[in-house]
Every structure is written in C-alpha cells, then in structure tokens.
C-alpha cells in the first residue's frame, strides 16, 4: 500500500531545533544545507573541541532555528532575562570560506575533516547563551568519510527496469572529473537522512499518557512517512523506498537511539515524568539490533539515489508525496560504525 510524506525537516545547525519544510532538495548529502554548521564546547586549557550535541548539551533544544533569503536564523528561548526578546542572531548559509581559518573536526570517529571556524561575533553570542566558551563551525568543503561494512551503501551492477535499462542500485555518484565518488556526508551522524513513521511514533505514544504524546521532533528525522498500510516497526526491514515511483532511497541501517529522547524542549533539561522515561520504556522492547544491543531503535538511515551530482541530478520531495516500499530485507541490519 502506499504511503506519504507528512513532514520534511532540515537542521542547518546540527542539534538545535529542526525546521520544517514544505518541500525540500535531494543530493548525495540529503537535504541541501542539513546539518552544514556545528557547534562545539572549547573545554581549557588546551582549547579542546567537544562535539555539542542534545543527548550531552539539552540546552540546544532552546534555540529555534530558521530560513530566509540565505540566512539561518538563530532564536534562542532559554529562561535567562538578559536574553529575552533579543534580535535573532543571523548566520549566512553559504558563509565565504576564503575568510575564514581552518580547523580539524573529528566526529564520530570519521578521518578528522577539515572545516571552518566562524569566530566572532557567532562564537560570542552562543558562548553568551550556554554559559561557556562555544565555537560554530561550518563543514565548507569538508567531507566526512562514511564508516563500517553495513552502513556504506553497497556499489552494484546496473539493473534493468522493466522500461528500460537504468541504473537502479547506483549509490555513489559521478563527480566533475567523471570519476565516480564514495558517499560522504557532512555534520550528519552517519548517513544522509533519516526516515521515521508516524505508525512507529503512535506506538511509543501508546505508553504514555493520553494527553503527552511524543513529538516526532525529539526523533529527529529529516523524512516522515504516515506509514499507512504498515504495521508499526515495519521499517526495520526496509530496505529500499520509492517516491513518486521515480526516486529511491536505500535504507542501510538503524537509527539506535540515546537519552536525547528524554529532554524537554521548553526547559532546555531532561524531562519530569513519564516523558522523561520514554529512553527507558523503548528499551524494554526496540533494543532489536546486534550490533548495538544495549540501545533501542526507531528510524532508519537513508543514501539517496543520485546519479550525476555534478550535473544537479538531485530530486525534489514534498509533502504529500506518495512512497513504496520496494525491497525488504529478511533479516535485520546490525549496526556497525567503527567506534560508536
């Protein structure tokens, strides 16, 4: 049965509030712009860069985030008085490079990627916020390599389809010197998009009390499907999805899940009753992946299909728009990411 897209999201600065979309761009690396900036705590003495993410640092779920005429937005919401009914703080989204000093960022064990210090007045104004020395960085032309066996979307031989030869399983793409590229992603955990189901959601509301559902947005997504027709937890074994009977995502791996799940948006802490314990009520059953088995899982991992990125052969989705399951796999992934 066919489902449908109900929600997009893009998270141009990596762990701050997601905004949704309408419509959004599809390349090798997702959604254009996701998780293209991050923000990392400077600990002394030794300027040390730790990455700030919700699970460690739930204040970041007090700045909302927004898109304009090039520009990402910054609000931030915290309790603080000083920083109440402020100016948002503006932070170009194709910042010029060529100002800017490089640094080393290593995150999730990936090869350290060169990116770009953004220094003042961003630097400032987040350290202002948090209470400690903060730097926003921007992945630029940086390219973090994508780890493990399983995660890696696998290079096959050209398919043909039943209207003509194309190549169906293509994963990695062709770059401008007509060479083809390994997928890499930008400040994305470890993949380019991840795909939830509402069905999947109203599952985990189901053991909460009838007037606290959970949002989706503590997922984190970037592509929510109503999941009509599925049961839930059925992506577990997806493998393959088709949008518009056009455009393919290969679903590689699970999404294993953290204590994120527990904070509060409003307060910026984790939360007090039953909603602080949603971590804790998924592991009794969702803990299903070898490869990680102390962490439940919701969601999985998705490399888009994107064959001449060279040539802007990215794809549009939209709300609405219709989506198949067109391959299962009969076993379930084990994670497996070097080090995480």
């Known amino acids: 049965m066919t489902m449908k897209i109900t929600t997009l999201y893009v998270y141009p600065i990596k762990a701050l509030r997601g905004i949704q979309l309408q419509s959004a761009r599809i390349g090798p690396q997702g959604i254009a712009y996701d998780r293209t900036f991050m923000l990392f705590q400077v600990s002394e003495p030794n300027e040390e860069l730790k990455k700030m993410q919700v699970d460690s640092h739930p204040q970041c779920a007090l700045f909302e985030q927004q898109l304009s005429d090039g520009v990402i937005s910054v609000q931030y919401h915290g309790p603080e008085i000083e920083h109440r009914d402020e100016q948002p703080l503006s ?11 490089t640094i080393k960022v290593n995150l999730h064990g990936s090869a350290p990627s060169s990116a770009y210090s953004m220094g003042s007045p961003y630097d400032d104004w987040f350290s202002a916020r948090f209470g400690f020395p903060v730097k926003l960085v921007y992945i630029g032309d940086g390219k973090r390599t994508v ?30 010197k007509g060479e083809e590229e390994k997928p890499w992603i930008t400040f994305t955990d470890v993949a380019p998009l991840l795909v939830t189901s ?8 189901d053991r909460l009390p009838p007037d606290e559902p959970m949002p989706m947005y503590k997922f984190r997504p970037n592509i929510v499907v109503d999941g009509e027709g599925e049961e839930a937890w059925a992506e577990d074994l997806w493998a393959e999805l088709t949008i518009n009977k056009k455009h393919k995502l290969l679903l590689t791996g699970n999404c ?11 307060t910026g802490k984790p939360a007090v009753g039953e909603l602080g314990s949603v971590l804790k009520k998924l592991m009794k059953d969702r803990r299903v992946d070898a490869g990680s088995k102390w962490s439940p899982v919701f969601g999985r991992y998705a490399f888009p299909v994107v064959l ?10 939209r709300i609405g728009d219709e989506v198949e399951v067109t391959k299962r796999n009969t076993e379930r992934t084990v994670w ?5």
């Open 91 to 101: 932070v170009p989204l194709t910042p010029n490079t060529a100002t800017l000093s």
């Open 147 to 176: 780890l493990g066996d399983t995660l890696p979307p696998k290079r096959q031989q050209p398919a043909a389809h039943a209207k003509g030869g194309w190549l169906s399983s293509l994963t990695s793409y062709v770059n401008g």
């Open 198 to 205: 509402e069905s999947s959601l109203h599952d985990v509301s």
């Open 256 to 266: 294993v899940r953290c204590v994120s799940l527990n904070v509060d948006y409003e």
């Open 308 to 317: 001449q990125a060279s040539q802007g052969e990215n794809f549009e989705l």
């Open 336 to 340: 497996d990411w070097p080090g995480l």
